[in-house]
């Protein structure tokens, strides 16, 4: 019983804390990147034509777009775990059950992301997706998460 409520103490906390420094400045002041910028910046170094650049941008508006309009969501989802947590006493099951929400809601961001790597990719020549995956890191994170980590932090 004991380990339970402590398990659930600590769960606790750290949803508090996520959801508290969802604006905050990232540590050391460096900025977070999302994985279009990364893959807009790798782009730039392929030489797309006029053609392809102008679909590839449409491609990142569009998903820019589709980001921001689910941003919202994803805000209130978080505010309603708040909630959630801070009830007296909060209510176990109305917690998992939002903590399923907000897994549905990162799952969807996640395959939207993936979406848009494969409409990206699908503009480009063969040879130009070998480019692409020649400059993406062959070990550990993406560098998108790697940005995410503080000082000495390990993946």
Avoid: N
């Avoid at 969802?22 to 910028?37: F, I, K, L």
């Avoid at 919202?72 to 109305?94: G, K, N, S, W």
């Avoid at 063969?126 to 994170?141: F, H, N, T, V």
């Amino acid at each position: 019983m004991m380990k339970t409520r402590l398990a659930v103490c600590s769960f606790i906390a750290t949803l508090l804390l996520v959801a508290a420094s969802a604006g905050a400045q990232p540590p050391g002041g460096r900025q977070h990147y999302s994985p279009d910028e990364f893959l807009e910046r790798d782009l730039e170094k392929l030489g797309l034509d006029a053609e392809q650049s102008e679909r590839v941008h449409a491609i990142l508006d569009a998903a820019q777009q589709r980001r921001a309009e689910r941003r919202p969501e994803m805000r209130t989802a978080f505010d309603r775990m708040r909630e959630l947590l801070e009830a007296e006493p909060p209510d176990e099951a109305a917690v998992m059950q939002q903590v399923e929400r907000i897994g549905a809601l990162k799952t969807d961001e996640h395959k939207a992301m993936l979406r848009t790597l494969l409409a990206v990719r699908a503009v480009l020549t063969p040879e130009q997706r070998r480019q692409l995956k020649a400059m993406s890191p062959e070990k550990g994170p993406p560098p998108w998460r790697r940005d995410r980590r503080g000082p000495g932090e390990q993946g």
